[in-house]
């Protein structure tokens, strides 16, 4: 297996814009790196230029300590997982499974025993003798994913795999793959625009904007310590809620929002830099399920926000409360028995120490 290294990666497919620009990446030997971000924001292309199937247009790609911009996909020794699965309609999984080595010349015999190893890792045994027609969207994934593992890879990609899955599948497939990864012990790279899917699957994830790295982290860094704007809303389901106010002293230094009359006072905060924002326009940003329908006892400070629910959502094991702030639509996770009802007035509370502060300006946090 290997590690693999992007420096300064810029991609252009037109000679004019760069739809990858200036990426550094750094995946270790047996890590599981999720690629995330929105449609459109250059994970497919970043993908495809370490497979070999886009050219580099700047910067340098080194995959187990070699530079392989130069080189063929098919010897670069990595495998891809498409979307599509890709198989031969009219071969059997064993022959889908066996074509690539029959096609590099491996002998029968090792052959048999690889497609059989794969298909005893992904415990699909029972159907190498059917066509791909004959079988589940889950279960051709499998194959798919088999036809890569017999090539004995150094890296393995994958292109957003669960996307044609229905919901069920996805999260048993999602399982599947780590469980897959703890037994080959393999590095992977994952695309996807879940972030669901990179929360769960990944040791390390990798947020693309516009293609630019936005942030790299566990995926708790990322949950606990976005860097900006875009990784804080984009990662945690639901998303975290940004409310617009700004520091003024009254007394102390406070946060403020005028038309709710949500005020924090800033000494009961552990982010001394905010006070730094004296006079000037803030944003708040606080997650669903920080936010609570009565205080906490024993767990710090608790900040009020008046506000009238619009819709609630009864899910069973928590409650999603949906009110409307500057035009804008929060929500807060509240446990399952708790007394709200839709369109009457509901007061939320914020947990002050689990609260962040972003720059309108820059939109990194402060
Ligand atoms: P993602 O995988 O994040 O959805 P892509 O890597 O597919 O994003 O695309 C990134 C950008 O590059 C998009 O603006 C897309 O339209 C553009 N793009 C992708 N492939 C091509 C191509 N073959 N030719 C021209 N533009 C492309």
Do not use: W
């Not at 298909?119 to 004959?134: F, G, H, M, N, S």
């Not at 079988?135 to 036809?147: E, H, K, T, Y």
């Not at 990179?198 to 976005?226: F, S, W």
């Not at 708040?284 to 936010?291: C, K, T, V, Y």
Request: glycine share 8%.
């Amino acid at each position: 297996m290997a590690d693999v290294k992007l420096n300064n990666i810029d991609k252009s497919y037109d000679g004019k814009t760069n739809v990858v620009k200036n990426v550094n990446i750094e995946i270790k030997d047996k890590e599981f790196a999720v690629l995330v971000g929105p449609s459109g924001c250059g994970k497919s292309t970043v993908l495809r230029m370490i497979a070999g199937l886009e050219n580099i247009t700047g910067g340098d790609l080194f995959i187990d300590g070699n530079r392989v911009n130069d080189l063929l996909p098919k010897d670069r020794n990595i495998a891809m997982v498409f979307q599509n699965y890709a198989l031969y309609p009219h071969m059997t999984v064993y022959q889908n499974m066996a074509f690539g080595l029959k096609l590099k010349k491996v002998p029968k015999k090792e052959i048999d025993q690889r497609v059989k190893k794969a298909a005893q890792i992904l415990e699909i045994e029972e159907l190498l003798d059917r066509k791909p027609k004959a079988m589940s969207g889950g279960q051709r994934q499998r194959v798919a994913i088999g036809r890569a593992i017999v090539r004995n890879p150094k890296v393995f990609l994958f292109d957003e795999p669960l996307s044609n899955l229905d919901a069920k599948l996805r999260v048993q497939m999602r399982v599947e793959l780590q469980k897959l990864h703890n037994k080959l012990q393999a590095t992977i790279i994952y695309v996807t625009h879940d972030q669901t899917e990179a929360m769960t699957l990944g040791d390390r994830i990798i947020v693309l904007n516009d293609g630019v790295v936005m942030q790299t982290g566990t995926p708790m860094e990322l949950y606990n310590n976005p860097d900006n704007m875009f990784v804080a809303g984009f990662i945690g389901s639901p998303p975290v809620n940004f409310i617009q106010g700004e520091i003024r002293r009254a007394g102390s230094l406070n946060f403020i929002h005028e038309k709710s009359g949500l005020k924090i006072d800033l000494s009961e905060l552990r982010n001394k830099a905010v006070s730094g924002f004296e006079g000037k326009k803030i944003i708040l940003g606080i997650r669903p399920e920080d936010i609570y329908s009565k205080p906490q006892a024993n767990s710090g400070h608790f900040a009020k926000l008046k506000t009238t629910s619009i819709a609630i959502e009864q899910m069973g094991s928590e409650m999603l409360v949906y009110v409307v702030l500057d035009d804008k639509q929060l929500i807060a996770r509240f446990s399952p028995e708790s007394k709200v009802e839709t369109g009457k007035p509901v007061d939320l509370f914020l947990d002050i120490n689990k609260i962040l502060f972003f720059d309108p300006d820059t939109e990194q946090v402060i």
